[in-house]
């Protein structure tokens, strides 16, 4: 049933005329102006509320039935979201991308233009949150009843500017001029304890006295499927202080400072997303975060529960909680507090639902990456909760001990506190016990999970451990960022339904041998390169994009840029093939190693630069701020696609899969998704160098000296002199100093497989049909990396939901 015809209501019409009614409508009645005098943001904000009224329909509609079928809901929690813009996509998935313009030319406006002041909330990271996003795309596509929570934060992730060729740090205030894209929900409030102690009452029953109180204020966007009339929601908090943390007495008596003082801290919470969390001060805050998403989303789960079921037996049946990494794993105490102190339920059953409500996606392998917090800072935020911990502990530690007897040290492994060398809460741990599924995001990572990081979990309980191998949207990171490309496959394939059904690219193959179609496909990347316009579009366009880490190996690339100017400066009469080495990405602000990579890339790109013998065959750029906008023009772009992480570091990688995806040809290691992408898109189309895991844990453990590699090597010598030397800009000593003394992530020992694979890059680029083969070849491969496949193999091996089809 429509439910706007039930209430009365005018449908939208689907017309280019009747979107340039409600146009002005909008226009008029919203903005409060006329076509005359509205400015560029004016219309911004209409088209935009005008598109997300046709998307709010949908939403009703979506909410009508899943209250209907009281399903299984997915609820994902995740600290961090990088949806991309919304404009675009709404666009699309609304079906209004066509009409929009049209009616935007009829009123004088340039699309362009007012399309341009669309915003990218970035609200993550990197691949973390990105993932999520992706996630929360395909659920609405495979229409899973699913909500997405998360936190509002006023700044996201930094903006990266270059000073000097050093990253400068700017912050991000990306809403404002406002948010068209969000529904206020103030009536869903929540209230958040934090501090304070616990006390018994004469039944033994315990009760948190809280220290501060603070208030959630939520607010959600649409998460359109694509293809269907599912629209979920993403529900982002934000902290509020409450009433009575504004001194009104203080205030009349002129002491303005301190009579806000209390609700400027409680509005700390949600003020800024975290960049890394490698900084001391930070710690307690981040802690209050992740406290405030998982007490604000549990009460909204509940609350949401409540509206068709009374038995909490049956809530496990009805929900399905996914931790995004360990940052909400507070929930699963928090939910413990919730059914034991608040709804009276005995400790074992409540274990029970607890249990089997959650399922955890961890997201790294490095020891470093595990999240712990001092057990005094835990005890004074969450005092009941370090209780609860303890509780669950003593439990846990009681079945290890029946397993393993007499194993101490395995006991002293898996508690949930670590003792020494101080006292911690290992989140990792707790994230495991508390929950019915645990998942690695490629299957190495998973394998590496079950067999080095959680291995004393695995061997506890096997069947708890699954591989979900992440994926992508093919809406966004190919339809959308592709439109010619994606137009191109349409027509070879003779219809859009892979976009939706991505596995159909395989079709794709038989036209990697047909000469025009290859011509066709080449001439879109070359005019990809010209929209992104960095460097010259016959150039081999050689990317890494992503976020600066040591593990990463930006440093290896680097060396190799390095080598191929040197060669070109010994011999300059040479032919060579020219290259465009484009890097993007943010390092932490406090990561002062991933710092120094970024001053020496923009040294080198600069002394390459000035020298005329060089500049016609090499070319280093380096666009700063990386985020999924800028990323969405470059992967279209790109020819090589750099996934050259240390053996055993990725756990995934899904830039690897975006750009394989927009045929590019990987170079890589046997790391992460990597593997997977070389499987599906075959070794003769993957550039493969590099030590694997086994052999980097060997050489590792039997005494790495990375000095050899330079007595050894003469042009490794040569490129890292340079850089000792100083001869880029006199940048980049500690760059060249930590790779000669010590190189943790065995980049020398990588060098010369890795240029000598480079080499064979450059033999391969010089046969232009048969790399726009391989490049065919890679897009009609890759179906398998689509987050559809991921979100269904979540489906039946984690969450065990169906699909609720949304009726007309
Ligand atoms: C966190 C930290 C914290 C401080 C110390 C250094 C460090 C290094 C890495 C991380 C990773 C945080 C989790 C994360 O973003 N993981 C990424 O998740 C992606 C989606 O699953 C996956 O594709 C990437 O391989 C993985 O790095």
Same mark, same amino acid.
């Given at each position: ?16 005329? $009747? ?233 009349? +008596? ?98 029970? @639902? ?64 670590? $003792? ?182 923009? +040294? ?72 997977? @992408? ?78 000598? +694979? ?36 979540? +489906? ?13």
């Amino acid at each position: 049933m429509d439910v706007r015809n039930g209430m009365g209501l005018r449908p939208l019409g689907t017309s280019a005329a $009747e979107f340039e009614q409600d146009l002005l409508s909008n226009l008029y009645y919203r903005r409060g102006t006329t076509v005359e005098s509205a400015s560029t943001q004016d219309a911004y904000e209409t088209l935009a509320l005008t598109v997300r009224d046709r998307l709010a329909e949908r939403r009703v509609r979506t909410a009508a039935a899943h209250y209907a079928a009281n399903p299984r809901w997915v609820y994902y929690l995740s600290a961090e979201y990088l949806l991309g813009k919304q404009l675009e996509q709404n666009m699309l998935y609304s079906g209004t991308d066509r009409i929009a313009r049209i009616a935007m030319k009829q009123l004088g406006l340039d699309p362009d233009e007012v399309e341009g002041l669309d915003v990218e909330p970035g609200l993550g990271n990197g691949g973390l949150g990105r993932l999520a996003a992706c996630l929360l795309d395909a659920m609405a596509t495979l229409d899973i009843p699913a909500v997405g929570y998360g936190i509002r934060y006023d700044l996201g992730i930094f903006k990266q500017t270059f000073k000097n060729g050093a990253q400068v740090e700017k912050p991000d205030d990306w809403s404002y001029q406002g948010n068209p894209w969000e529904f206020p929900a103030p009536d869903d409030r929540q209230t958040v304890f934090f501090y304070g102690h616990t006390e018994r009452d004469a039944n033994g029953k315990t009760c948190w006295i809280p220290g501060e109180v603070v208030l959630g204020e939520p607010s959600h966007m649409l998460v359109p499927g694509h293809g269907t009339d599912t629209v979920n929601i993403v529900r982002l908090w934000r902290a509020r202080g409450s009433e009575s943390s504004f001194d009104l007495s203080r205030f009349s +008596a002129g002491q303005y400072a301190e009579a806000v003082d209390e609700a400027v801290h409680a509005e700390n919470i949600s003020k800024v997303l975290y960049p890394d969390d490698s900084t001391e001060s930070g710690r307690e805050l981040r802690l209050k975060q992740q406290y405030f998403l998982v007490s604000c989303s549990l009460r909204d789960i509940i609350r949401r529960f409540r509206l068709r079921n009374t038995d909490w037996s049956e809530f496990p049946k009805k929900t399905v909680i996914q931790l995004n990494d360990t940052h909400p794993t507070l929930a699963i105490p928090e939910l413990m507090r919730l059914l034991v102190d608040e709804e009276g339920l005995n400790w074992d059953l409540a274990w029970t @639902i607890v249990r089997q409500t959650f399922a955890y996606t961890c997201h790294t392998l490095l020891p470093e990456a595990l999240e712990t917090w001092s057990v005094p800072m835990f005890e004074r935020l969450l005092p009941r909760h370090l209780e609860i911990i303890y509780t669950i502990n003593e439990h846990f530690l009681a079945e290890v001990r029946e397993a393993f007897p007499g194993d101490v040290d395995r006991v002293r492994r898996m508690s949930l506190i670590q $003792e020494e060398p101080d006292r911690r809460v290992r989140m990792a741990n707790l994230a495991v016990v508390g929950t019915q599924a645990v998942n690695g995001v490629a299957e190495l990572h998973s394998e590496l999970l079950a067999s080095t990081t959680l291995r004393d979990f695995a061997e506890l309980w096997p069947a708890k451990f699954h591989n979900v191998t992440n994926g992508i949207s093919p809406r966004r990171f190919i339809k959308i960022a592709n439109p010619t490309l994606s137009s191109l496959i349409s027509e070879g394939l003779g219809g859009d339904e892979w976009i939706n059904d991505l596995d159909r690219l395989a079709g794709l193959e038989a036209l990697a041998d047909d000469e025009s179609f290859r011509s066709r496909w080449r001439a879109v990347k070359q005019a990809n390169k010209v929209r992104l316009g960095l460097g010259d579009p016959e150039s081999l366009t050689d990317v890494m994009i992503k976020r600066f880490h040591e593990y990463k190996r930006q440093q290896l690339k680097l060396l190799h840029i390095i080598t191929m100017y040197h060669r070109i400066k010994a011999n300059p009469g040479q032919a060579y093939v020219p290259r465009t080495v484009l890097f993007a990405g943010k390092a932490a602000p406090a990561y002062h190693a991933a710092k120094h990579v970024i001053r020496l890339i923009n +040294a080198v790109a600069a002394v390459i630069d000035a020298d005329p013998a060089v500049s016609p065959y090499l070319k280093v750029v380096f666009p700063p701020n990386y985020n999924v906008t800028l990323g969405s023009l470059i992967i279209p772009a790109a020819d090589l696609s750099e996934q050259i992480s240390m053996a055993g570091k990725e756990a995934s990688g899904t830039g690897n899969m975006k750009l394989a995806l927009n045929g590019a040809l990987t170079i890589g290691t046997l790391d992460g998704a990597n593997i997977e @992408i070389r499987d599906k898109v075959g070794a003769d189309n993957f550039f493969l160098f590099g030590l694997d895991t086994p052999a980097a844990t060997a050489l590792k453990n039997n005494g790495y000296r990375a000095r050899d590699h330079y007595d050894r090597d003469p042009e490794l010598r040569h490129a890292l002199d340079s850089i000792l030397d100083g001869k880029f800009l006199g940048i980049g000593r500690e760059v060249g100093e930590s790779l000669l003394n010590w190189d943790e992530y065995l980049t020398l020992a990588d060098y010369r497989s890795y240029v000598d +694979a480079q080499d064979q890059v450059d033999a391969a680029w010089q046969d232009t049909d048969q790399w726009t083969r391989k490049s065919i070849l890679n897009t009609a491969r890759s179906g398998f990396f689509s987050a559809d496949r991921t979100v269904r193999d979540y +489906a039946a091996g984690i969450w065990h939901v169906n699909p609720v089809k949304v009726g007309r």
